[in-house]
């Protein structure tokens, strides 16, 4: 077994986010909404060194899977990531991220004056663009600032 | 043009755009033909931001089709002051009408309404975002002038807020069409429009003043810049003062140049340039109620036909 899976195995039931580009670990927690306060076991890596990406973050969450939003969002911010879920030490599934076409209810849209910070019965929705994402209603791009309108 | 609702500039093909001038093309050469043609349909006017000029035009082109209208009236004595949302506001108002024009102060207001009723909207205002009839206008008082092809644009004045603006820059993007910005530096196109334009690879320059350009226009589009756009009176004067034109400026225009405006101006047009040839301001006005009358034709018939449809099932 090589040092990397030692690496991911450590928990014993939950989620590890492997393949997070480096410094995105911190955006990842926000978008799962963790924060420490919910007393789920979670342990960062930041900058390990990684073939792939040079260096990666990681992300390991005890006693916690992901829903397909929270997946959705996570792969704008960290697309090469990949979602291993553990059970009983061992992953028992790895998934490749994928972004999707839009997304749905997870963000809020940045422009203050869109229709979608009204008061209104809908749920925002953006559609997934090259590097960004953009509002279905106000077509507002939204690039590298996209963890910060995490509202999920 | 098979849509069902007009919300942004960026649904529009040339052909749709094409279809829509030549039936304002028709309309304009006999009316007479269309009086009527939608008699016993209801229109409503919902405007949540004050207007004169479009509503006027939207209501005199519909009851030239034979179309009763009914107006909301002012927001501050309308249900909307009282909270109600946008989405419940068109609900209701759907049971009262064939069709909907809406004017909002919120980007993305019509597309929320189009997803609530099964009515047309016409989307005739959304805050900074779109306005997509005037640009309908806009292009058939260019094409009367100058044809949609081979053509250099010079838009001017408050791009980023500018919702006249936005809908043209893009809509042009259909046709052979070199396009200038001349703005402020704070006043430059939004990247959500940049955004458009790239994605057509349209060719675009910016530019911070008009002289350099002004002699390749066919067209100059000015818009106003308004001091809310300003922290401060001094910087809006100095700036605003920059972007204004009068006869003199025009001395350096090509003799064909269009000079067009969406209405109402303050001063960034002086009263001089009425009497140059250039001036097509009142006439792009004026095109509001034939090239409204096709819209609400199209946008009419495409619901009729929709319906026919469904009762076949
Ligand atoms: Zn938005």
Redesign the interface.
């Known amino acids: 077994m090589s040092e990397h899976e030692l690496r991911v195995s450590k928990i014993r039931d939950g989620t590890v986010i492997d393949h997070v580009e480096g410094g995105q670990a911190l955006n990842v927690l926000a978008i799962l909404g963790i924060d420490g306060s919910e007393g789920l076991g979670v342990s960062v890596g930041m900058n390990v060194p990684s073939d792939r990406l040079g260096r990666k973050d990681l992300v390991k969450v005890e006693g916690r899977e992901l829903s397909q939003s929270e997946v959705d969002v996570l792969s704008l911010i960290a697309p090469e990531a990949t979602i291993n879920i553990v059970r009983e030490f061992e992953v028992v599934e790895k998934n490749r991220v994928t972004r999707p076409d839009r997304v749905a209810g997870v963000l809020s849209c940045p422009?203050r004056?869109?229709?979608?910070?009204?008061?209104?019965?809908?749920e925002t929705r953006f559609e997934v663009?090259a590097d960004g994402v953009?509002?279905?209603?106000?077509?507002?791009?939204l690039r590298s600032d996209i963890a910060e309108h995490i509202d999920v | 043009m098979r849509q069902d609702h007009l919300i942004?500039a960026t649904q529009l093909s040339r052909d749709d755009i094409e279809a829509v001038l030549d039936r304002a093309r028709e309309v304009a050469a006999d009316p007479e033909a269309y009086a009527g043609r939608h008699g016993g349909t209801m229109l409503a006017l919902c405007f949540f931001e004050p207007s004169t000029r479009t509503r006027m035009s939207f209501d005199a082109a519909a009851k030239r089709l034979g179309i009763d209208t009914i107006d909301m009236g002012d927001v501050d004595s309308s249900s909307v002051s009282k909270?109600e949302?946008?989405?419940d506001t068109v609900r209701v108002i759907e049971g009262y009408a064939d069709s909907i024009v809406l004017r909002?102060?919120?980007?993305?207001?019509a597309?929320?309404a189009a997803?609530f009723v099964d009515v047309p909207v016409i989307n005739a205002g959304?805050?900074?975002?779109q306005h997509p009839s005037q640009t309908l206008l806009d292009l058939h008082t260019i094409r009367e002038n100058h044809g949609l092809d081979d053509l250099t644009v010079g838009i001017m004045g408050d791009l980023k807020y500018g919702r006249t603006v936005h809908s043209l820059a893009t809509a042009l993007t259909n046709f052979d069409a070199r396009q200038h910005f001349i703005s402020p530096e704070s006043l430059r196109l939004p990247?959500?429009?940049r955004?458009?334009l790239h994605e057509t690879g349209a060719q675009i320059r910016e530019h911070e003043d008009l002289e350099g350009v002004l002699p390749e226009l066919d067209v100059l589009y000015v818009t106003r810049i308004q001091k809310e756009r300003f922290p401060d009176e001094n910087e809006y004067h100095r700036v605003a003062g920059q972007y204004r034109i009068d006869a003199d400026t025009l001395e350096a225009a090509p003799d064909d140049l269009t000079v067009m405006h969406p209405l109402p101006r303050v001063d960034e047009i002086a009263a001089d340039v009425d009497d140059t040839d250039h001036a097509r301001y009142f006439e792009q006005a004026h095109n509001g109620i034939p090239v409204r009358m096709a819209l609400l034709d199209t946008l009419l018939e495409n619901a009729e036909a929709a319906e026919g449809m469904e009762v076949d099932r």
Do not use: M
């Open positions: 422009n004056n869109c229709i979608t910070n009204a008061d209104e019965p809908v663009v953009r509002c279905d209603y106000c077509s507002t791009v | 942004t909270g949302s946008l989405a909002h102060p919120s980007e993305g207001a597309t929320l997803e959304d805050g900074a975002g990247r959500s429009v955004f458009d």
